[in-house]
């Protein structure tokens, strides 16, 4: 059983940064790491991914180019820096571990075995 906590989330003005981190209990090479977002009212999204231990992002449309998703294996940690922040980034902010992910299913919350109680995130316009 893998445990991940969520931190570093917050109020924040539009336009700002905030940087989320995900600590695990375990982070082995085969341990691929999402971050998902739940919006007040919305189903929860993905947001961005970092696969296995070959550290190959992936992106949502919406946050390209403004989120870094990165990983410190040292630490069992991931991070992700958040630039630029809009009130459309606000949600719960849940980080999710999975063992077996190829690469095509980095999106699928279903491909992730263990997950986080997230951590809120509020940008004010």
């Known amino acids: 059983q893998v445990q991940l906590v969520e931190s570093g989330g917050g109020l924040v003005q539009a336009g700002g940064s905030l940087r989320l981190s995900c600590a695990a209990s375990e982070l082995t ?7 998902f977002r739940q919006a007040p009212g919305k189903e929860r999204v993905f947001i961005a ?3 296995r231990n070959s550290g190959n992002p992936d992106y949502a449309d919406s946050v390209k ?18 630039n630029s922040l809009s009130s459309e980034d606000t949600g719960v902010y849940y ?11 980095v999106r699928q919350q279903t491909a992730y075995d263990y997950w986080g109680r997230g951590t809120h995130v509020t940008v004010s316009s």
């Not at 090479?29 to 971050?35: F, I, K, P, Q």
């Not at 180019?65 to 958040?82: C, E, P, Y």
């Not at 980080?95 to 299913?105: E, V």
Request: hydrophobic share 40%; glycine share 8%.
């Open 95 to 105: 980080c999710a571990l999975g063992t077996r992910l190829i690469w095509s299913t």
């Open 29 to 35: 090479r085969t341990s691929t790491v999402g971050w």
């Open 65 to 82: 180019g403004r989120f870094i998703i990165s990983r410190d294996n040292a630490k069992n940690t991931v991070h992700l820096q958040m």
């Open 49 to 51: 991914s970092i696969f």
